[in-house]
């Protein structure tokens, strides 16, 4: 089984919600990602989590906040978006033993419009 | 970092044909190359990929083929479907980078009309 799951499938926020994505894998991974990606382009890294840590943000602003409670989960916290954060917000997962070339599975994305 | 250049960004062909997506990387540290491809609405999808102790590798009506001294990869879709319309996504991993990091390139819109 190599399936990511990502909730909701859309999320319509206005600029002053709080709301978050959620996604999970049940492959045993330790490495998860959250992406963006606009419409016609490809997906942009925001944050890895290596470990349940935190290893890479892409100079992403403080109004996405990234949490992983366990190895499993991966969650990001929106707050005051703009409407140019419209876009589909995609989780991926590897195995993440950092030594090998690793496959990184995507989920479906969440469709955020901000209004 | 790593650079990938994918071309053409728009390529249309009838059932039946072939269909062929290159790309380029200009870190000759990248050692793996996968290919996704993204239905509309949905996430991208793994379809294969490659190493780069491998000059070639199929599954099915799909390969992909890499030539490391070039620094060019290439995925080739024989007896396309319309099914297989999607946008397509080469990418190329930095073996330097230790969290799986991928480099994209810029995609390519494939149509087959039948």
């Known amino acids: 089984d190599t399936e990511v799951t990502q909730t909701p499938k859309h999320l319509v926020m206005g600029m002053t919600n709080k709301k978050s994505l959620k996604c999970e894998q049940h492959m045993g991974h330790r490495a998860m990602y959250w992406y963006k990606q606009k419409a016609k382009k490809p997906p942009e890294l925001m944050f890895v989590y290596s470990y349940e840590k935190l290893s890479i943000n892409e100079s992403v602003p403080s109004r996405f906040s990234p949490e992983c409670p366990n190895s499993s989960l991966l969650n990001l916290h929106l707050h005051a978006l703009q409407p140019e954060d419209s876009a589909l917000y995609l989780c991926?997962?590897?195995?993440?033993?950092?030594?090998?070339?690793?496959?990184?599975?995507f989920g479906p994305g969440t469709r955020l419009l901000v209004l | 970092g790593e650079n990938v250049e994918q071309h053409p960004s728009t390529l249309s062909v009838q059932e039946g044909d072939s269909a062929v997506i290159k790309c380029t990387y200009s870190d000759s540290a990248s050692n793996y190359f996968p290919w996704y491809k993204q239905e509309l609405g949905k996430g991208p999808q793994l379809i294969i990929d490659i190493r780069s102790n491998v000059g070639e590798k199929k599954d099915q009506r799909i390969a992909v083929t890499l030539n490391k001294t070039a620094k060019h990869f290439s995925l080739h879709i024989t007896e396309t479907q319309p099914e297989d319309s999607a946008v397509y996504f080469c990418?190329?991993?930095?073996?330097?980078?230790?969290?799986?990091?991928?480099?994209f390139g810029r995609g390519t819109q494939l149509t087959v009309w039948p």
């Open positions: 990418a190329a991993r930095d073996r330097g980078s230790t969290l799986g990091r991928l480099y």
């Open positions: 991926a997962s590897s195995q993440s033993d950092g030594f090998s070339a690793e496959t990184q599975y």
